[in-house]
């Protein structure tokens, strides 16, 4: 058990519940957010090793949540997730600040290694 | 008939009056000159045989032979005037009347010689030719009463004539021109009416005119004239609906994409974690599963909706679901540009009758450019209401975007107008206008530069009065 923490934001809460099961299998401990507003909150309360946020969801831009992020938390590392295939190119710009992006549909074992990539587990 | 022939026609009609009045008073005119050398003459035979009574009478007074001897000159004159006027005087007092005259002056030039013995005549033959003299003055005077009276009565006949083809030509033009020209009038205005219903974006047809006629070609030429804009129209809808279908996609895809998504992630979990799930929530992946198969078959239909061709049918509907509906179907395209929505949608609204897709297109249009208009952040905020004490009902789109420049104001209705370069077609607007026009609505705008827009269509309520009328 790894007991890095996870934060996963997604207004899609099958996409929070499912990545939850997926990766506290390997033994993340994950916390879910559907409301932007509240995962922000939640992250002055705690500190995070990683964020796995939707780009755009209903009223707010996940492009925010990556700039406070990077801003308030350093440390935290933050994997983009989006249904617009489109917005590629642009966060092809941000390659540098977020250490992954995937498009939906998204692949588990894939979301799942990116992690361990990400916060340094790699076996 | 055609005009042009009407038109030659009633010209030709009026030419030809005038050319018969012209004859009839170049004829009277000759006859009156004629009848009036007749009057001098027999104005000089009278003067002549006034001479002679005088000499008459001098010579009865004086005895002198010399008068005797002009009365000779001046009768031997009167005869050959006589008889050069014989066919006018037979034809003024009739050849009995002649037949005497010419009596009459022979029995007055043998009276003479019989008196002209170089004695005075006696009593008996002084009456008798006095009387002959005095018969012979008579029949001149009543010679020149007569020709007098019939030039009067020429110049009479003439005036009548003339002032009878004087009506007869101001009744052919003033009577039979205006029938024509009301009825080119009466074409004018309808072809007017119907112009006007089209540059208000209504194609409407006018009554085809009976005949074959200029008017008739001009109303046909006209109506297919209208019929064509109203197939382009429906081209442009179509056009302008695949427009939209492209700005959708995003929204689309993001509609599509996240229940695929989610299907896609259950699936993976079921398969990767099966040992872990329970009765329970295997059965409520299931459904989940189900759920978002739903999701993705909604958005299909939403979007089939709105591509279909146009088959124009007008049904009852309530504002406030036509409304809903297009937000649902622009619901995405808000959240991608982050716009925050108001609305105000109250309950038990006047129905109006419409086509859902076309009012549907509106809407999308107006909102879609109040989307285009708005930086994230901004708010969209959609209102319906009753107006006109529940005659129509209006439905507001407002944006608090960066608003119409003033000096755009009144062109933002007319097709290809925009100000968005190779991203607009301008056609968004018009066709909304054209549509709303269609149902007997209005459209109106209001806008303030960096502040926002505010569109206004207001549709015919379905009262109980309207009703009737269908
Ligand atoms: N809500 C709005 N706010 C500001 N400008 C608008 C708005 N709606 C329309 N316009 C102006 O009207 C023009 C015509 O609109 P439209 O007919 O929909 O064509 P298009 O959107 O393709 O340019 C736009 O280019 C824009 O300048
Ligand atoms: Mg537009």
Redesign the interface.
Known sequence: MSGKVVMVIDD?K??CD??K??LR?EGYEVETFVDLVLAVERLKGRSFDLVITDL??????GMEVLRTIKEKYPATKVIMIT????LSAAIEAFRGEVSDFFP??????ELVAAVKRAVGDEA | MKIKTGIVLSGFVNVALIVVIAAFAYHDLNRILTKLAFVEIADDLNTLFLEMRLSEKNYFLSNDPGELADIKERLASAKQVVGSMRGDIVRATGAANYAELVEDIGEYGKTFPEAGQDRPPDADAEARIRSAGKKLREFSETLIRLERKEVHRIIDNSTNGMLLSFWAILLSTVALSPVSSRRILNALKKIETLTKSISQGRFDKIEEHPGNNEIASVIRAVNSMSQELRNREEELLQTKKLASLGILTAGVAHEITNPLNNISMIAQTFEQSYGDLDETMRLEFMKKVENEAERIKNVVINLLDFSKPKQSQRLTADVRELVEHTMALVRNMLDVSAIDTALDLPQGLPPVLVDEHQIHQVLVNLITNAIQAMAPGGRLSVAVRAVSGGAAVEIEVRDTGKGIAPEHLSHVFDPFFSTKGVGGTGLGLSISYGIVKNHHGSIRVESEAGKGTAFTVTLPAITSQNFAEE
């Not at chain 1, 755009?56 to 831009?61: H, N, R, S």
């Not at chain 1, 249904?83 to 489109?86: L, Q, R």
């Not at chain 1, 939906?104 to 074992?109: A, E, N, R, V």
């Open positions: 899609e099958i996409v499912m990545a099961i997926a299998k755009k969801m209903k009223g707010i831009d249904a617009f295939a489109h939906k549909p998204i692949k588990l074992k």
